[in-house]
Structure formats: structure tokens, C-alpha cells
């Protein structure tokens, strides 16, 4: 079994930062690709940046030059670091992931329990 946790989100004013954190831990042999999504109150779930095994990166047209999304493949730990942040930012953040937990063995799809990011002043 596979459990991610995310942290840091929290309250925080339009126009400043937050850095989220997704660690994976259990049965890992393969950390497949990563992203992060959210979703925020009567909309469905987006995605937001997702990042590769291999360090390639896309972004939801809306957080471009504002999010950096990023892995550290030696922790199996993904990131999110948000600036300039804005009201319409506020929402569930999860992580994704896929997983493979040993060799041979198929892959299986992973979401985080969801951590709240509140932009408001």
C-alpha cells in the first residue's frame, strides 16, 4: 500500500506564497508521474502541474509563471511552490501519483487526502 500526505497549505493574503508538500511513502519501486490538482468549492477538479519521472513539467494556463512545481526522487517527495497568490487560488489542493510497488507488479493510481489553501485578506 501507497499513502501520500500533503502539507502546507494554510490562510494566506493576495499576493503571497505558500509551498506544498506531497511525500509518498509505502510499497514504492517506481514513482511514476506526479501532479497536483484542487478543487475549489461547486467546481470540479483541475489540474493544476504535474511533473514527469524524468523532471519534464506542464501547467494549467492559469498558474503559469505563478506556481513552480518540482520532485526530489530521492525522497519521493513533490512540491508546489506558489506565489503571487490570488483569490481565485483558493481551494483543496491533492496530490497524484502512480505507482508501481514492486517489480513486475502493475501500477496503481494514488491521491493525497487534500490540504486547504485560503487566499483572502
Known amino acids: 500500500q501507497v499513502q501520500l500526505v500533503e502539507s502546507g497549505g494554510g490562510l494566506v493574503q493576495p499576493g503571497g506564497s505558500l509551498r506544498l508538500s506531497c511525500a509518498a511513502s509505502?510499497?514504492?519501486?517506481?514513482?511514476?508521474?506526479m501532479g497536483w490538482y484542487r478543487q475549489a468549492p461547486g467546481k470540479q477538479r483541475e489540474l493544476v502541474a504535474a511533473?514527469?519521472?524524468?523532471?519534464?513539467?506542464n501547467y494549467a494556463d492559469s498558474v503559469k509563471g505563478r506556481f513552480t512545481i518540482s520532485r526530489d526522487n530521492a525522497k519521493n517527495t513533490m512540491y508546489l511552490q506558489m506565489n503571487s497568490l490570488e483569490p481565485e487560488d483558493t481551494a483543496v489542493y491533492y496530490c497524484?501519483?502512480?505507482?508501481?510497488?514492486?517489480?513486475?507488479?502493475?501500477?496503481?493510481?494514488?491521491w493525497g487526502q487534500g490540504t486547504q489553501v485560503t487566499v483572502s485578506s
Open positions: 509505502g510499497s514504492i519501486f517506481i514513482l511514476w508521474n
Open positions: 511533473i514527469t519521472s524524468g523532471g519534464s513539467t
Open positions: 497524484n501519483t502512480e505507482v508501481t510497488p514492486a517489480l513486475g507488479r502493475r501500477r496503481s493510481a494514488y
